[in-house]
């Protein structure tokens, strides 16, 4: 009965990915779909080369921008300026760069002329963006790659193809793909932050808080002592978290396919509950692991290390696990 209830727990992971995959996608290809059929502007574009911009609005230390681009690049910088300016390149099949609002909050959108086919515009725009380092920043592309830096409000990042690389002390952060990469570096104290791919590799480092993270085809690697609760998992990727448990803290990495490596210092104050349904588990700090059953190559261990302040958790379906130093 343990053996079916640790499968039914693996389809059940397995199932929330692909749901979370296709939740993804459709989110995105929404974005894609209001960029091609947006307006019916009498600007048609100039078509023959691109055009160069810069634009400057105001917008209050803790506004709101909302930027929308479909190709290209989308790189935002902090500052301490009230307001927004954006400078940069738009392409020949770009209708027109539309910026709408207030103080409050700003709309940055490229915009097409609605005959344009996604495909057919390789690099919308390059657009350089400077915002008050307090703003909500939300970015949403398709194959445009985005980078933010030095920003400590919340900031909420989607795309389907493109690489995302946040480097900041944001309160709230959300980091989503469906085939890029993603990188976040630093993170507000007890911020709270969700990371997901597809099929390419999350890198999370020197964040603080509560951490969410997931992917479907691709590798994992947290590397914090800040971390207060965290959540991992992957199908067929491998799974790293390298840090300190901290007393009270609650750590949960699941697989399926791929390797858990759990990387806790050589005397982590934690309790273990660890297990591979057909692969191995080595310990470099503790008891070593026992059969499930004489019957099945599964393995298991349960253990408290110090005073067992944090609780640890990793499971595996087909993959092995290391406790490492």
Not at 5 to 17: K, P, Q, V
Not at 137 to 156: C, F, K, P, R, Y
Request: charged fraction near 20%.
């Amino acid at each position: 009965m343990k053996r079916l209830a640790i499968l039914i727990t693996y389809l059940a992971l397995s199932l929330t990915a692909v749901a979370g995959t296709f939740t993804l996608m459709a989110l995105t290809s929404s974005t894609a779909y209001a960029h091609n059929h947006d307006s019916d502007s009498d600007d048609d574009g100039d078509n023959h080369g691109s055009r160069s911009v810069n634009q400057i609005q105001p917008l209050n230390a803790d506004g709101e921008v909302r930027i929308d681009n479909l190709a290209g690049s989308v790189k935002v910088v902090a500052w301490d300026k009230d307001q927004v300016q954006v400078t940069g390149t738009i392409g020949g099949m770009v209708q027109k760069l539309d910026i709408s609002g207030d103080a409050k909050s700003l709309d940055i959108r490229v915009v097409l002329p609605h005959n344009v086919e996604d495909e057919g515009c390789d690099a919308c725009a390059d657009l350089q963006i400077q915002v008050p380092k307090g703003a909500h920043l939300e970015v949403s592309t398709v194959s445009a790659d985005v980078e933010a830096n030095g920003l400590t409000g919340q900031v909420h990042i989607g795309t389907v193809s493109g690489r995302i690389v946040l480097n900041s002390s944001a309160s709230r952060i959300e980091a989503k793909t469906v085939s890029g990469d993603v990188q976040v570096v630093g993170s507000g104290k007890g911020a709270s932050l969700d990371a997901n791919s597809v099929s390419g590799t999350v890198h999370l480092s020197d964040v603080d808080g509560n951490v969410i993270t997931e992917n479907v085809s691709g590798d994992i690697k947290v590397m914090s002592r800040h971390i207060t609760g965290l959540k991992m998992s992957s199908t067929s990727g491998n799974l790293t978290f390298e840090g300190t448990p901290l007393k009270g803290g609650d750590y949960n990495l699941n697989n399926v396919s791929g390797d858990v490596v759990l990387a806790v210092g050589s005397s982590p104050d934690a309790r273990f509950d660890v297990s591979s349904f057909s692969g191995d588990i080595d310990n470099s700090f503790g008891p070593k692991p026992t059969r499930v059953s004489k019957y099945s190559p599964g393995m298991e261990l349960h253990f408290s290390n110090g005073s067992g302040g944090a609780s640890v958790s990793a499971r595996t379906l087909s993959g092995d696990i290391h406790l490492q130093n």
